[in-house]
């Protein structure tokens, strides 16, 4: 049986002046098949449609009787051969059942009845996207693409921004969706592409909308502060209905596919920082996609509106006061700052990746923000100058289990707690006492080196390893100058 393909072959090389016996040869045939098939119809046009069955229906006696009732019961289409498989074996004898070989027999007699008899299917709706009208936007969760940070696991999510009749795409790291993350993922996109789209499009995202207590969900001021700043309108799909914000969902998909492959390629998952890997990111996005559309991207940067000025603040500003526990509340959660702040109160900066906090105008410190089930960050260089005039504290301290910097330091306390008893909260306090007044790092290879030898230890033991030393000011003379031999050279004793 010849193919389409090779008849059509064996035509062109025909009309090109070649002779049967070489055309024959180019399109693999015989020179009597190639006489047959020079003109008239291509094979498959030359099919009969088989509208009658090569084998005997296995389901014949029980498809009326038993399956048709189960399909014209099942309103929404959704119930599998194998589950009607099932249901047929139970009623059957053991040697008289429907072995597994047949459940594709099934499926394609039922795939079939429903095409002419079931029910209506959901029908979607291409759309046409004029340039500069939308831009739809979205996280996606990445944490199974492996990646890791200096050799840690490294849970993340990506910022997509698409513009629907480019599909240009840009991207961005965020850790969980909130308002910060959204507000720089959205502003970052617009500045790199130079202008804004008419329409920002998403789903119900909770950090740009609130539930209202009559029903559905509305935006929050202050995410309709950040599109009237754009001059930007929003659109929202309806809850469920991914597909209405298809062109980002579908990028996530080819976005991770593509991460994927290039990770491959690379040979390594592992990255010396996050920003490292971000750049990594974007350019795997660059070259996969946006090089591909750039024809597209320029017709579209004709339509797009210009920026204002300025930036909104990508931070939400708190204001606390210091409590005496040295602590700050930002957003339900708790950071500790230095102790000399106490009765104070400071400006907070909750950025999307860190906070900032700031004492009349002039900063304090950065740390990196809370996230998830994170309730409390207590560094314990602002409460160890206290903790260790009253130690006792320790034991029962809420956030203990903060004052372990490292795995090593849980693992002193441990081998402490085995050795002195209760006296351990003293030992450990006064070592962490020793690490905020040298040098943790090595104050932690003393502990490790004192865990490994399997003996008793305690506070001074650390610190006759580490010897936190204050060097000693040489002693000098002071310099008597010999002048006499500028007196010989005066009197001219060179010569």
């Keep these: 049986m010849h193919t389409d393909a090779q008849v059509e072959l064996l035509r062109q090389k025909m009309v090109e002046g070649k002779t049967q016996e070489a055309a024959a040869a180019s399109a693999g045939m015989s020179v009597r098949s190639a006489r047959d098939w020079k003109d008239g119809p291509l094979p498959t046009q030359t099919k009969r449609p088989r509208w009658w069955r090569t084998r005997s229906d296995p389901f014949k006696e029980v498809w009326a009787e038993k399956v048709l009732p189960m399909l014209l019961a099942d309103d929404e289409g959704v119930l599998q051969a194998t589950t009607i498989l099932d249901a047929l074996n139970e009623e059957r004898a053991e040697g008289d059942r429907f072995d597994e070989g047949k459940v594709r027999t099934l499926q394609r007699r039922i795939r079939d009845w429903r095409a002419l008899h079931g029910p209506e299917k959901e029908v979607f709706f291409e759309q046409e996207h004029p340039p500069g009208r939308e831009g739809a936007l979205d996280f996606t969760h990445c944490d199974d693409l492996g990646v890791t940070i200096l050799g840690v ?85 309806s809850p469920g209905k991914s597909n209405e914000n298809g062109g980002v969902e579908q990028r996530h998909h080819r976005t991770k596919v593509a991460i994927e492959q290039a990770l491959v390629l690379r040979q390594s998952r592992d990255f010396a920082s996050p920003e490292e890997y971000e750049a990594f990111v974007r350019g795997v996005v660059d070259k996969s996609h946006n090089r591909k559309i750039a024809d597209r991207l320029e017709i579209e940067r004709k339509h797009l509106w210009p920026l204002p000025s300025t930036k909104v603040p990508e931070y939400t500003t708190w204001t606390p006061t210091v409590r005496c526990w040295s ?104 070592i962490l006492h020793l690490a905020a007044s040298t040098m943790e790092r090595t104050v932690e290879a003393a502990l490790i080196e004192l865990v490994a030898e399997g003996k008793r230890f305690d506070y001074v033991a650390v610190k006759a390893r580490v010897k936190p030393e204050t060097p000693a000011i040489p002693e000098m003379a002071p310099l008597k100058p010999d002048l006499s031999a500028y007196d010989v050279l005066l009197a001219g004793g060179a010569a």
């Design 327 to 430: 602590t700050i509340t930002v957003n339900r959660r708790f950071y500790s700052v230095p102790s000399r702040l106490i009765g104070h109160k400071v400006q907070a900066r909750q950025h999307a990746d860190f906070v900032e906090v700031f004492f009349k105008g002039q900063p304090v410190q950065t740390m990196p923000r809370l996230r998830g089930d994170q309730l409390a960050r207590i560094d314990y260089r602002h409460v160890i100058w206290s903790l260790v005039k009253k130690p006792g504290a320790f034991a029962r301290y809420r956030y203990r289990e903060e004052l372990f910097p490292t795995l090593a330091f849980r693992r002193a306390y441990d081998a402490l707690r085995s050795t002195h008893g209760d006296r351990a909260d003293v030992e450990y306090v006064r």
């Design 153 to 237: 696991a490294f849970p993340h999510l990506l910022f997509e921004y698409v513009l629907s009749f480019s599909t240009w795409t840009w991207v961005c790291l965020a850790f969980s969706e909130t308002f910060e993350a959204l507000v720089k993922g959205f502003q970052g996109a617009l500045w790199a592409l130079g202008g804004r789209p008419e329409i920002a499009r998403s789903d119900n995202l909770s950090a740009a909308t609130h539930e209202l207590s009559t029903g559905g969900r509305a935006l929050t001021q202050r995410w309709k502060a950040v599109l009237a700043h754009y001059d930007t309108k929003s659109t929202r799909i």
